[in-house]
Nanobody, 126 residues
Framework: QVQLVESGGGLVQTGGSLRLSCAAS????????MAWFRQAPGKEREFVAG?????????YYANSVKGRFTISRDNAKNTVLLQMSSLKPEDTAVYYC??????????????????WGQGTQVTVSS
């Protein structure tokens, strides 16, 4: 089992920045990819960004956040950060961390991910 815990969510103004963290424990040693998804009220859960330890490319972003968000590895292999800058109201959502223990590369389909965190709320005010 892999346990995921997100942190760092909060309320920020438009144009502000926020950093999210995702820490994996348990069978974290078997994790190939960790990714961020988000879900706004009334919308489907969508892929935001992912980082892979075993595939190429190592990093992949959704077009909606490209150039504004940066995913990176923390000091530990199975801990990732999501640095969010130039935030917009449309970025408001619950952000979830997910782990993929099967695929070697980064996939954008939520169904491919085995383990999920509980989510952290990000609210961008205008």
């Amino acid at each position: 089992q892999v346990q995921l815990v997100e942190s760092g969510g909060g309320l920020v103004q438009t144009g502000g920045s926020l950093r999210l963290s995702c820490a994996a424990s348990g069978r974290a040693f078997s994790t190939n990819t960790m990714a961020w998804f988000r879900q706004a009220p009334g919308k489907e859960r969508e892929f935001v960004a992912g980082v892979s330890w075993t595939g190429w490319p190592n990093i992949y972003y959704a077009n909606s956040v490209k150039g504004r968000f940066t995913i990176s590895r923390d000091n530990a292999k199975n801990t990732v950060l999501l640095q969010m800058s130039s935030l917009k109201p449309e970025d408001t959502a619950v952000y979830y961390c997910a782990a993929d223990l099967i695929n070697s590369g980064i996939v954008v389909r939520a169904a491919e991910y085995t383990n999920w965190g509980q989510g952290t709320q990000v609210t961008v005010s205008s």
